[in-house]
């Protein structure tokens, strides 16, 4: 499985994107999914996750309430519809895939459960 995420970009603060993650091979809906973003001289973070089937979703509180995090089974991609974003938010954004989905829902902000990922698409707020 090789991942994509597209659509990062620059933006003003208070503005949107959304992010796409999409697989060159693989069923998506099959795996846990996670975003996760590294600013400039920091560490990897969580971002936002979703489960495979039931597609309960988890969120660092950071974006809660701000982003969303979906699938398309029919296209086979997963989102991250990012709103009100905030130059904090700055950073390179990855998706990556827990497969054989074996995080249960409170270790899904673990980067550690990810054995795969995409190249990271950056997404640039000015304030």
């Known amino acids: 499985v090789q991942l994509q995420a597209s659509g990062g970009g620059l933006v003003q603060a208070g503005g949107s994107l959304k992010l796409s993650c999409t697989a060159s091979?693989?069923?998506?809906?099959?795996?846990?999914m996670g975003w996760f973003h590294q600013a400039p001289g920091k560490e990897r973070e969580f971002v936002a996750a979703i489960r495979s089937g039931g597609g309960s979703t988890s969120y660092a509180n950071s974006v809660k309430g701000r982003f969303t995090i979906s699938r398309s089974n029919a296209k086979n991609t997963v989102y991250l519809q990012m709103n009100n974003l905030q130059p904090e938010d700055t950073a390179v954004y990855y998706c990556?895939?827990?497969?054989?989905?074996?995080?249960?829902?409170?270790?899904?902000?673990?980067?550690?459960?990810?054995?795969?990922w995409g190249q990271g698409t950056q997404v640039t707020v000015s304030s």
């Open positions: 091979r693989g069923t998506l809906s099959t795996y846990n």
């Open positions: 990556a895939a827990d497969r054989p989905p074996v995080a249960i829902y409170s270790a899904l902000p673990d980067g550690r459960h990810y054995d795969v």
